[in-house]
């Protein structure tokens, strides 16, 4: 079983469209995250989840907004998408920080790969 | 979460062991030092994480220094399938995030 799931690993859309992208995690875990990583490589954390409840959003543009029905599952919803989305999308989970669990790790999905034409 | 710096890569041959340093001279008491690793087209892996002993797991090893300025990761054996970039990260009790640096990309010859 994949730990955490996400999908389509693929997508290819054109400007100005929306689309999400979907998570699951079937480890237990009580917070799920988004990151970013762009063309140069670098992981950059978007949102993060905490039992359903959203606990941090660095600075993302109103066009992405994440929802999590419940804490097994952390989709990303995207509008009006621009080139510069174009990007390689991490879905993650982790035991719940606040319990003083930081030695935990984060286990990450295999990633979505969005083209934007 | 403080900061830490790596190389920007390295190379090994394969089967010899690499010891992959990291510095973080802001760490403070509560950081506990992360290695993670991503292999091409897939996403991070957890390696180790450690406070202030040094650990041993199946994948790695974790050296921290004693005054936990520095630490590094050693992989005793190296295959090709270790090349990859390790990040090392700090993670402390005030903040939920994994913050990503730019990590060491290892190269591990034949």
């Known amino acids: 079983d994949t730990a955490v799931s996400q999908t389509p690993k693929y997508l290819v859309t054109q400007m100005g469209n929306d689309k999400s992208i979907k998570c699951e995690q079937n480890?237990?875990?009580?917070?799920m995250y988004w990151y970013k990583q762009d063309s140069k490589k670098f992981l950059k954390i978007m949102f993060s989840y905490n039992n359903k409840e959203l606990i941090i959003n660095e600075t993302v543009p109103n066009r992405f907004s994440p929802k999590s029905p419940d804490k097994a599952h952390l989709n990303l919803h995207i509008n009006s998408l621009e080139l510069g989305d174009s990007a390689v999308y991490f879905c993650?989970?982790?035991?719940?920080?606040?319990?003083?669990?930081?030695?935990?790790?984060?286990?990450f999905g295999s990633g979505t790969r969005l083209t934007v034409v | 979460d403080a900061k830490t710096t790596q190389p920007n890569s390295m190379e090994s041959n394969e089967e010899e062991p690499v010891h992959l340093p990291c510095n973080h001279s802001?760490?403070?008491?509560?950081?506990?030092i992360h290695w993670y690793r991503q292999l091409p087209s897939q996403g991070p892996e957890y390696v180790i994480h450690?406070?202030?002993s040094n650990v041993n797991n199946r994948m790695a090893s974790l050296a921290i220094a004693e005054d936990r300025k520095s630490s590094t990761l050693i992989l005793h054996r190296a295959t090709l399938r270790d090349a990859a970039v390790y990040y090392c990260i700090l993670r402390n009790n005030a903040g939920n995030m994994l913050t990503f640096g730019g990590g060491t990309r290892l190269m591990v010859k034949p």
């Open positions: 802001t760490i403070s008491g509560t950081d506990y």
């Open positions: 480890l237990g875990h009580d917070t």
């Open positions: 450690g406070l202030t």
């Open positions: 993650a989970s982790s035991q719940d920080w606040s319990r003083g669990r930081q030695g935990y790790g984060y286990t």
